[in-house]
């Protein structure tokens, strides 16, 4: 019997584990063929998260928990979810029922013709405000346009992974993580299914529009370096101008004679100039950033409590 594996990254989520347990529970009996786990993933949570799985998994065979030692985000507690299963398959699921299990046998009867990464493709988003939905629609169609991989289009992480997908995953163990970047890098064969994203099941979402700005950031200068080169392009282009300008003046000032002081203009220049220069150096300083970040190679999470089918927990450190 081919087992399935859903990991569910938790971070407060005290209101929704009961229900999501139900609905997994419910989508796993119209799937007899299979065996069908729940990997609960705790990111530091503070409220009764952590206990609320330990009864699940004390009640129900099929549940298995990891309690990260602190909060390390979304992106490395769906990391350590991968790391520690060994399941046929995987499927990536929020816990706020955002992602509808239900949609489950249709991600399983594509994984079956053959597809190794089966996502699920949002048709609309209910219950995220306006300026959600169009920043996150401008910023999938720019990474899409700069990056060099393609990043798929209104697609979060919920998806099913073939064995092989998430073992290619495991080698990479990038600090700053996107997620979202890496499915495309390790390729293998990509179907999508469309739905309907539901608002939040209960509690808010943990993404504050700094956070998204950090991942947005985290997804261009990972997978592009395009940005650096538009700095370069930029201080080309304004230091040519520039240089014309110059010769300019000096021919005029020749032929008609010293000029007014031209205060406001060098002001004007100078200003720009000096933005520019900001600019590229905070570029710059992004990528150097990150660089500095993955020196460190630092462990991608700690585990700090495990239930996972008796199996023990693979090399806490998060390093395979
Ligand atoms: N999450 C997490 N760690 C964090 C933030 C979020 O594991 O630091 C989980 C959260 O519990 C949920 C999923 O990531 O299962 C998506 O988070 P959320 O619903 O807040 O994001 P949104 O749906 O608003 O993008
Ligand atoms: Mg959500």
Redesign the pocket.
């Known amino acids: 019997m081919r087992r399935i594996v859903v990991i569910?990254?938790?971070?407060n989520?005290q209101e929704s584990l009961a229900r999501l347990h139900d609905r997994v529970q419910a989508v796993a009996a119209t799937l007899p063929d299979y065996r069908v786990d729940l990997l609960l993933v705790d990111?530091g949570s503070t409220d009764d998260t952590p206990r609320l799985m330990r009864e699940l998994a004390a009640a129900d065979p099929h549940v298995g928990y990891l309690v990260l030692s602190r909060?390390f985000?979304?992106e490395h507690?769906m990391a350590a979810g991968l790391d520690q299963t060994d399941a046929d398959a995987v499927v990536l699921m929020?816990?706020?029922l955002?992602d509808p299990p239900e949609l489950l046998p249709e991600m399983v009867m594509l994984w079956e013709q053959g597809y190794e990464d089966v996502s699920a493709r949002r048709r609309q988003r209910q219950g995220e405000s306006w300026f959600k939905r169009s920043s996150a629609h401008l910023f999938y169609r720019l990474l899409h346009r700069v990056a060099r991989v393609e990043i798929q289009v209104d697609t979060g992480d919920f998806r099913l992974l073939d064995r092989r997908c998430v073992e290619a995953l495991r080698a990479y163990r990038e600090t700053d993580r996107y997620t979202k970047g890496l499915f495309s890098l390790v390729g293998f064969r990509k179907a999508q299914v469309l739905y309907d994203r539901p608002g939040?099941f209960a509690g808010h979402?943990?993404?504050g529009y700094r956070a998204l700005f950090d991942l947005a950031s985290e997804g261009l200068t990972s997978f592009t370096t395009a940005p650096l080169r538009l700095a370069t392009v930029l201080g080309m282009l304004i230091s040519t101008a520039a240089f014309v300008y110059l010769i300019v003046i000096v021919v005029r000032t020749l032929i008609h004679g010293p000029d007014e002081a031209g205060y406001p203009s060098m002001m004007a220049v100078l200003l720009f100039l000096g933005g520019v220069q900001l600019l590229a150096l905070g570029i710059i300083g992004e990528y150097l950033g990150r660089v500095f970040n993955e020196t460190k190679r630092r462990p991608l999470y700690i585990v700090s409590d495990a239930r996972l089918w008796g199996t023990p927990v693979r090399a806490a450190e998060g390093v395979p």
Request: with cysteine.
């Open positions: 569910v990254p938790c971070f989520e990111d909060n985000g979304k507690a929020d816990a706020d955002q939040r979402s943990k993404w």
